[in-house]
T-cell receptor, first 112, second 115 residues
């Protein structure tokens, strides 16, 4: 799977929007962009995924650049419960095992 | 169904002992994955099953590690002759692969400490 690059950490204020960036300049045409987050002492939790078009769900929005070399996870209104490590992962749709390869992620800190 | 269940949550063992962890996936999920996570790092893939068949093993999975998924339901991960370097969080995840992949559901993990 192609590699992603994320900032090690970011800070946000409670009730403000958060934009978490991810660069994936070597993305291939069959790679889906997945986001997971991991709260303290928990396993990772699926957030959202997409291929080319922007995606919205109840947790977040995913904005994908037109050239697909970068994407941004948007939390519309951060809460203290959103403090977690956020992982941006590329998964090749042709990967028979569907394995996810995690990087270091971005640790999001939310200030009250 | 309450999600992916892992037992025990914590395990402390002496070096050289054997340990076994259990994972109960979401019942209709046909794929089951094991990952290992050390402090400050992202999870690392160990192995996965489709139903009862173990289809891939990472190079991280040394001969001391063995995983089973009898009857395609729960899975066990055994570590023989534990070493201090085995101390980590062991995570299990499951997914349903039918057409479009929709994501994994992870358990809360088993934290292993080898002393």
């Amino acid at each position: 799977d192609a590699k992603t690059t994320q900032p090690n950490s970011m800070e946000s204020n409670e009730e403000e929007p958060v934009h978490l960036p991810c660069n994936h300049s070597t993305i291939s045409g069959t790679d889906y962009i997945h986001w997971y987050r991991q709260l303290p002492s928990q396993g990772p939790e699926y957030v959202i995924h997409g291929l080319t078009s922007n995606v919205n769900n109840r947790m977040a929005s995913l904005a994908i650049a037109e050239d697909r070399k970068s994407s941004t996870l948007i939390l519309h209104r951060a809460t203290l419960r959103d403090a977690a490590v956020y992982y941006c992962i590329l998964r090749d749709s042709d990967n028979a095992g569907n394995m996810l390869t995690f990087g270091g992620g971005t640790r999001l800190m939310v200030k009250p | 169904d309450t999600g992916v269940s892992q037992n025990p949550r914590h395990k402390i063992t002496k070096r050289g002992q054997n340990v076994t962890f259990r994972c109960d996936p979401i019942s209709e999920h046909n794929r089951l994955y094991w990952y290992r996570q050390t402090l400050g790092q992202g999870p690392e893939f160990l192995t996965y099953f489709q139903n009862e068949a173990q289809l891939e093993k990472s190079r991280l999975l040394s001969d001391r590690f063995s995983a089973e998924r009898p009857k395609g339901s729960f899975s066990t991960l055994e570590i023989q002759r534990t070493e201090q370097g085995d101390s980590a969080m062991y995570l299990c995840a499951s997914s349903l692969v039918q057409g479009i992949f929709s994501g994994y559901t992870f358990g809360s993990g088993t934290r292993l400490t080898v002393v």
